[in-house]
């Protein structure tokens, strides 16, 4: 009579024993192989009583399964510890320094401009640039500065020759822009470019500088399309919280005319050292198009009327970047330019 | 613009507006108020009487004194040169806080003082506005001065001055008067100058000849007063001008000062004596040299007004009279003489003498054309009233008075129309009531008289501004422009500029932005030769005389700015515009590449900036844009340019346009001296942008195997790889998918003059499964085209 619970005990205890992979595989051929323990025990069968056979048979059978899954669940644990001793051993430093990733940047005068940009286009307007080395008359003639006006004085220019100069402001471009949509009407263009003008640089001051103005005409323009326009500008540039105030001016491409402040984003208009305590920051010269600008660039000032405005685009980038002097932004340091680095 | 309040109240009711609310209402009406100024700052002053005055008997520099003060006698110890007993001094009393110090009673060598005995100085008057005498002493005031009286309203140092900035169009607030009626119209109060309208009409037949040869004088008054008295000034008059920063010298000079500040007219007194023909002629075709009132001697030229007598020349007109007839302590009598100049003539003579007196100054501005008439008037009340003056002849007239006042007719309705408001008629005529424009109503529209002073009025838009200035900007309702809608954005080639930015900073390219304005070195060796630069008439430097002719020579100045402040690594990108004359405009876009970029220092990671690189990115910029490889050749660099290395360097076309260079830098700029090699392009954006950029075509995933073959060769060095692989694609035809170079070796197991290249072949068929036989037929066509035309040989 067969001791089956003895046959399982001694092989239960081998498959206890196996540690590695090789003896699981010695076990398994001399427990499951075609020679091993179990194929003896089938071998046995022949020798039996037919009538014995079936339940000899089923033990036998049920021994096999037994033992393939033990073997199996232990080749599985066996394949952990592996994998388990391999990850522990391709375990990093994470606090290594990482390989860097080389990142450009833009200027921030050129971030700014984009941002004003994205601003106007979403409202529907064009961008429209023009050339640096411009004409006296678009500079300053059709943009109602004749010859010997003394803000011509105001604005000290680097010319060329008679009639060439340095552009001194954008509104030259408006001007070209007035004479060339003069029968294509109406104008809603943004005007972004270098300006150049004589003054000895200093924190403040630089002979190169960038200007963008914008310019509306159309029939029924009014200064309210103005003031509101700034405001949607002063919200998206400085956020939603702010407010404008307009005070009147003198430009001669305009009339009446406008300086227009924003509430102060660094203190919200209590007052602080950026607004110099007054809560308030000049950030754009505006006002309606004079009638003579108009006229001079055949556009019927009866009929239509128009906005401009304009802001220097390193003013906005000092004030918004709290940089203190404008040559930082000519110099290009690159310990300087890195601070702009991210989404704003 | 100075105001002085003192002076304001003469002509208004101030009490209830302090500095503060006045600086607020006058800003908000566009005359902004920057700064605002307190005459002395002092406390604790009073006028004293010195009684007596004796040595100190322990010194030999101080005085012991006795000051009556009115309340009692204080003794003081003084160290002023120029103390004396019967002298009506400032005293700081015990407890008095000046600028410097603060007041105490003490002893000073052994003798009590009370107080102090202060110079101008010391309670804070700037040493400018003092004479050599006021500065080396103790101040000595007037007989009159009130004993125990306000030392500082005495002398109009309780003046409040406010600094004004304003814009060009007013500039006839630069003088008193005009500006008094500016305020009492922002304040809505009335406003009372002093009346001598038809003062000057008075006198009896006139030896005077006035006259102006030249076109830059309409108008041009004299009048001779026969007998004036000079003496001091009367104390307004000192107060009044010591406001302006002017020093008081007698009462005829201080009349002339006065008026000018009060109506913004300068004047001018000639010694009548030194005048004896009574004849005065403005002319402007002299040169000769000539004395002003300075001492200093000047040229002047045909162009500058000159005001003559005879053949004498008595002054530069509007800028600064002779030294030879100028009031002297002896002038007994004088003539007036009032004009008009031509501000553009002025402007130009006072430049170029360097004299920008305040006379010059007034004369620039835009100036009423009736000044001159009201400024006369105001001279003759003055001297009348303060010099005694007698013997007064008939004015002389040059040029005709103008009619003077603008009569406009408007209403609400366009002023609405423009500023988007909803005022009304009454509202509107309320505004003009206050700026005295006289206005009335007529039916629906009223009349304005405009006053000669605002010649900034003459349209309508320049009603709608003095409206909305006065009623505030917070009647306009924001609204946004209703248009019939257009395409907003970037145009095309604002939209590759833009791609283009963002593609190199995404290679990790930091963008800069460098001045256009150079000197000589940068444009002598432009990139590449177009023509001459454009050059500035008036530089401010020879730094920035030129307008930039290529962008790269400023990007290597930024680079050695890096290398000066220990910034070794370095990727730079500048885009910006160069200029040829006759008007040339190109846009460019210029690369500077430092040789390594670390990536990582311990794991030894390093991007190479080599020659490669760089054309590796000029390469991946085109691409982006839609030009791919078969249209855009690298080819030798001819130009042979100061800044690239001649054999690492190529030039670019895109189809057959030249696009520009990429490459080296030459080894002999001084950057490559101090970093190594640097990869550098400059690129022409503006031919970029016009070229028509090849469209995306979609071509299916092969579906069939393909087939690489390995070829390695030898070839001359004079071969280029670039060419060799565009021989293969022709050969090979459609069936060639990709042919590329896995290596290039030189030097030992190569022969000298050759070089050893392994180029990697794919192909791919898109129709069918590729045989091998009919690929090895193709390739040996493809060898014997590289044997024959590029001397190939095959290495086993
Ligand atoms: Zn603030």
């Known amino acids: 009579m067969q001791d089956w619970q003895a046959f399982k005990q001694q092989w239960e205890t081998a498959c206890d024993s196996i540690a590695e ?69 391709g375990s990093l430093d994470i606090s290594m320094p990482y390989t860097r990733i080389p990142r450009g ?127 949607l500008l002063a919200k998206r540039m400085f956020g939603e919280s702010r407010t404008i105030r307009l005070r009147p001016s003198y430009f001669q491409f305009t009339e009446p005319s406008a300086e227009a402040d924003v509430s102060c984003f660094a203190c919200g208009g209590k007052g602080c050292s950026l607004c110099k305590g007054s809560g308030w920051i000049e950030i754009l010269g505006s006002g309606m198009v004079h009638p003579n600008v108009l006229e001079m660039a055949g556009i019927d000032s009866s009929k239509y009327s128009g906005f401009a405005f304009g802001a220097g685009l390193e003013r906005i980038a000092m004030l918004k970047y709290g940089i203190e002097d404008i040559r930082n932004l000519f110099a290009n340091d690159l310990r300087f330019l890195a601070h702009f680095n991210r989404f704003e | 613009m100075q105001l002085s309040i003192n ?50 008997p322990d010194s030999d520099h101080l005085k012991c004194t006795t000051v009556d003060v009115g309340s009692t006698v204080l003794s003081i110890v003084c160290g ?44 804070g008057v700037d040493a400018s506005m003092q004479s050599e005498a006021q500065l080396a002493g103790i101040e000595v005031l007037s007989k009159d001065a009130p004993i125990g009286g306000d030392p500082l309203a005495f002398l109009g140092l309780d003046d409040t001055i406010l600094e004004i900035s304003l814009t060009p169009n007013r500039s006839d607030c630069y003088a008193m008067w005009p500006l008094a009626k500016e305020i009492g119209a922002i304040l809505d109060r009335p406003v009372t100058l002093p009346d001598c309208e038809g003062a000057a009409d008075i006198g009896g037949p006139t030896s005077l000849k006035v006259a102006s040869e030249a076109k830059g004088c309409p108008t041009f008054l004299g009048k001779v007063i026969g007998s004036v008295t000079l003496k001091p000034s009367p104390d307004w008059i000192v107060k009044a001008l010591h406001s302006y920063g002017v020093k008081s010298i007698n009462n005829v000079v201080d009349i002339s000062n006065l008026v000018m500040l009060e109506t913004g007219q300068p004047t001018h007194f000639y010694d009548k004596d030194k005048i004896p023909l009574r004849q005065i002629t403005v002319k402007d075709n002299i040169a000769a040299d000539y004395t002003a009132l300075d001492g200093n001697t000047y040229s002047c030229t045909p162009g500058d007004l000159m005001i003559t007598t005879g053949d004498k020349l008595i002054g530069f007109a509007g800028i600064m009279g002779g030294d030879d007839s100028k009031i002297l302590d002896t002038t007994t009598g004088i003539i007036i003489e009032v004009a008009s100049f031509d501000r553009v003539h002025i402007r130009r003579t006072s430049r170029r003498l360097g004299l920008q007196t305040e006379a010059a100054v007034h004369y620039q501005r835009v100036m009423e054309p009736l000044t001159p008439y009201k400024a006369m008037d105001r001279c003759v009340a003055l001297l009348l009233q303060y010099a005694d003056a007698k013997e007064i002849e008939a004015t002389a007239i040059y040029g005709i008075k103008p009619s003077g006042e603008l009569k406009l007719l408007t209403d609400e309705k366009f002023h609405n129309k423009l500023l988007g408001t909803n005022f009304s008629l009454e509202e509107i005529t309320d505004v003009f009531r206050r700026l005295d424009f006289k206005p009335v109503v007529k039916g629906s529209q009223v009349e304005l008289t405009i006053p000669s002073y605002r010649s900034d009025i003459s349209i309508q838009p320049d009603l709608s501004e003095e409206i909305i200035r006065l009623l505030g900007f917070e009647n306009i309702t924001s609204t946004l422009p209703v248009l019939v809608s257009k395409e907003g954005g970037l145009s095309l080639d604002q939209k590759k500029r833009e791609k283009i930015k963002d593609v190199l900073t995404g290679y990790g390219l930091q963008e800069v932005i460098n001045y256009s304005l150079v000197n000589r070195s940068f444009i002598n060796h432009p990139t590449w030769e177009l023509g001459e630069a454009v050059e500035l008439a008036n530089p401010l430097s020879e730094e920035r005389r030129y307008y930039r002719t290529s962008v790269l020579p400023s990007l290597i100045s930024t680079a050695l700015y890096q290398l000066d402040h220990y910034q070794d690594e370095f990727a730079l990108f500048e885009i910006g515009d160069v200029y040829y004359e006759p008007m040339e405009k190109q846009e460019r876009l210029s690369i500077i590449l430092s040789s390594n970029v670390d990536l990582s220092l311990w794991q030894k990671a390093a991007l190479q900036n080599d020659f490669y690189r760089i054309k590796g990115m000029v390469a991946g910029v085109l691409s982006e844009l839609g030009f791919g490889q078969n249209r ?66 979609y071509q299916p ?92 040989q095959i290495r086993s």
């Open chain 2, 7 to 56: 002076w304001l109240k003469s002509y208004m009711d101030l009490s209830d507006i302090t500095p503060a609310i006045l600086r607020d209402k006058l800003t908000s009406a566009g005359l902004e108020v920057e700064r605002i100024e307190q005459g002395s700052p002092a406390t604790g002053l009073t006028i004293g009487l010195v009684l007596t005055c004796n040595p100190h």
């Open chain 1, 105 to 231: 940047r833009l200027h921030p005068v050129s971030i700014v401009r984009r941002q004003l940009e994205e601003v106007f286009i979403s409202m529907g307007y064009q961008v429209v640039e023009g050339p640096e080395v411009e004409l006296d008359l678009y500079n300053f003639e059709r943009a109602g500065i004749p010859a010997d006006h003394p803000a011509r004085d105001m604005q000290d220019t680097f010319f060329v020759d008679v009639q060439r100069l340095l552009r001194t402001h954008t509104t030259a471009i408006q001007t070209r822009v007035l004479e060339a949509q003069s029968n294509n009407l109406p104008i809603k263009v943004v005007c972004p470019g270098k300006d150049y003008r004589r003054d000895d640089d200093d924190a403040t001051h630089s002979h190169q500088f960038s200007q963008m103005e914008g310019l509306v005409v159309g029939e029924g323009i009014t200064m309210g399309d103005l003031k509101g326009t700034l405001e």
């Open chain 2, 701 to 792: 995933i092969p579906r069939y195997p393909g087939i690489q073959r390995d070829l390695a060769l030898l070839i001359p060095q004079s071969q280029s790889a670039g060419a060799l692989i565009n021989a293969i694609y022709k050969t090979g035809g459609k069936l060639v998918e990709k042919a590329e170079v896995f290596d290039l070796y030189t030097g030992k197991g190569v022969p000298d003059g050759q070089k050893s290249l392994a180029i990697r072949i794919s192909y791919q068929s898109y129709e069918k499964t590729l045989v091998e036989a009919e690929i090895d037929v193709l390739t040996n066509t493809i060898i014997e085209r590289l044997q024959r035309d590029f001397q190939a």
């Open chain 2, 632 to 697: 855009v050749f690298f080819k030798e660099n001819i130009e042979q340019s100061e800044y690239f290395h001649p054999g690492q360097s190529a030039a670019i076309y895109l189809d057959k346009t030249f696009l520009g260079v990429c490459g080296m830098l030459h080894p002999k700029l001084e950057i490559v001296k101090q970093a190594g090699a640097l990869g550098a392009a400059e690129l022409d954006l503006s031919a970029i942008f016009s070229a028509k950029a090849s469209a995306i075509r």
């Open chain 2, 80 to 123: 002023a040169p120029n103390v004396a007993a019967g002298q009506k001094v400032i005293v700081a009393m015990d407890g008095a806080v000046l600028p410097q110090i603060v007041i105490k009673k003490s002893v000073i060598r052994g003798q009590q003082s009370e107080g102090m005995i202060c110079s101008l100085s010391e309670i």
């Open chain 1, 21 to 89: 992979r090789s003896d699981l595989e010695k076990l398994k051929v001399e427990l499951l192989g075609k020679k091993g323990a179990i194929a003896g025990l089938m071998g046995q069968m022949r020798d039996l009583e037919p009538q014995e056979r079936a339940a000899f048979g089923k033990e036998v059978n049920g021994l096999k399964d037994y033992f393939t899954n033990k073997i199996e669940t232990i080749s599985q644990a066996l394949e952990n510890k592996q994998l388990q001793a391999s990850l522990a051993e």
